[in-house]
């Protein structure tokens, strides 16, 4: 069983003490940001390759920092590939009022002449499903853009993984985006019903061998970033720096040496700010980190199996995800949902991985 009572799926060791290969689809942003830090602290994992997907920002925007974060973290050898331009039918809508102008908040980071690869974000699921097939464990953190149009090229995509995780959706829960709807699921919603629509599909008559693991709003609001996590997070690094406040001046930097830490305290200042804006308090959602942690380890989280399916037509409601619980639909579950984590614990990990992070660059 795992930590809060429900099943452990998957496991978290390294068979032969190899690295785990992980693939990151991502639409950077602060929290995107985050979250591939989180995979770049962990000595287990090899980042198989970053699909930028446009979402928080421009595309191009994403790639440009999923780039010149690499490049902050000393990582070279991490091939990045551009997503589609806009969602596959709806316009695209960004969120610089959430994370900035850039997506990262207040940080700049240096920008580097690194290149994309030559194929696109779709082909780039693909081939590394291929070359670690059965092995892969993938997280989608964005809009599920690329995803979407990499079943349409591999139907047997969910085969070749080894697990799927999702931010995106909200469960019984309010949207961030619209009453009903979250960010990720709102900005391309037809996204989501192929890549729910095709999950099961793969199998054909056959039972699946795993099921997306999906984080809804529900779940990823428990996992609050706060001006004393983000202490802990500095003095763990040996980095002193100077405390976020509410009652900062806006746009106030980082006195932080350290390059990694500057850029988190930085990005966390402008996410922390539009929260407090929001009403939630002078604090931030780590949706996306969380889908790291769970990637590497489910046991975090308690899942409950679902069908999950997505409004595409309603006037008020498109966007909005919808878990049928009690089965009303007849239709057998294709995703497990998360319905209860541990903050705390998530946090201790989150600090664990990244401050020796930071202290390597410093
Ligand atoms: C999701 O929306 C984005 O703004 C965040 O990066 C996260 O993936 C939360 O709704
Ligand atoms: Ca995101």
């Given at each position: 069983?795992?930590?809060?009572?429900?099943?452990?799926?998957?496991?978290?060791?390294?068979?032969?003490?190899?690295?785990?290969p992980v693939f990151a689809d991502v639409d950077t942003g602060v929290d995107d940001a985050l979250a591939l830090m989180y995979l770049l602290g962990c000595p287990e994992v090899q980042l198989a390759g970053i699909a930028s997907t446009a979402g928080n920002v421009s595309v191009h925007q994403v790639c440009r920092n999923n780039l010149d974060l690499l490049q902050l973290c000393g990582v070279t050898d991490v091939p990045v590939s551009k997503g589609a331009e806009q969602p596959l039918s709806a316009s695209l809508r960004t969120a610089e009022d959430t994370h900035g102008p850039q997506g990262l908040g207040y940080a700049t980071l240096p920008a580097v002449d690194a290149q994309l690869t030559s194929y696109d974000a779709a082909e780039a699921w693909v081939r590394a499903a291929r070359?670690?097939?059965?092995?892969?464990?993938?997280?989608?953190?964005?809009?599920?853009?690329?995803?979407?149009?990499?079943?349409?090229?591999?139907?047997?995509?969910?085969?070749?993984?080894?697990?799927?995780?999702?931010?995106?959706?909200?469960?019984?829960?309010?949207?961030?985006?619209?009453?009903?709807?979250e960010w990720n699921a709102s900005v391309?919603?037809?996204?989501?019903?192929?890549?729910?629509?095709?999950?099961?599909?793969?199998?054909?008559?056959?039972?699946?061998?795993?099921?997306p693991l999906v984080l809804g709003l529900n779940l990823t609001e428990h996992i609050e970033?706060?001006?004393?996590?983000?202490?802990?997070?500095?003095?763990?690094?040996?980095?002193?720096?100077?405390?976020?406040?509410?009652?900062?001046?806006?746009?106030?930097?980082?006195?932080?040496?350290?390059?990694?830490?500057r850029v988190i305290e930085d990005a966390m200042r402008f996410y922390c700010e539009f929260h407090f804006d929001q009403g939630e308090?002078?604090?931030?959602?780590?949706?996306?980190?969380?889908?790291?942690a769970v990637a590497l380890?489910?046991?975090?989280?308690?899942?409950?199996?679902?069908?999950?399916?997505?409004?595409?037509t309603g006037t008020l409601t498109r966007g909005m995800t919808i878990a049928d619980w009690s089965g009303r639909w007849g239709r057998e579950p294709n995703a497990l949902i998360g319905v209860e984590v541990d903050p705390d614990e998530f946090f201790d990990r989150f600090i664990e991985r990244v401050a020796p992070l930071a202290k390597r660059l410093a």
């Open positions: 069983m795992g930590r809060t009572g429900g099943p452990i799926v998957g496991n978290v060791t390294t068979p032969g003490g190899q690295r785990l070359a670690h097939s059965g092995e892969l464990i993938a997280i989608a953190t964005g809009p599920l853009t690329n995803l979407a149009l990499a079943l349409r090229a591999e139907p047997e995509l969910p085969r070749l993984l080894k697990r799927l995780v999702i931010m995106g959706g909200a469960f019984d829960y309010r949207g961030n985006t619209t009453p009903v709807a391309d919603p037809e996204s989501v019903w192929e890549v729910y629509a095709g999950w099961r599909a793969a199998w054909g008559d056959e039972e699946p061998t795993h099921l970033m706060t001006p004393t996590i983000l202490s802990r997070l500095a003095a763990a690094a040996e980095c002193a720096s100077t405390p976020l406040c509410e009652s900062d001046e806006r746009g106030t930097r980082s006195t932080a040496a350290n390059p990694l830490i308090g002078y604090l931030a959602h780590l949706h996306d980190p969380l889908a790291a380890d489910p046991g975090l989280v308690r899942f409950r199996p679902a069908p999950v399916d997505v409004e595409l």
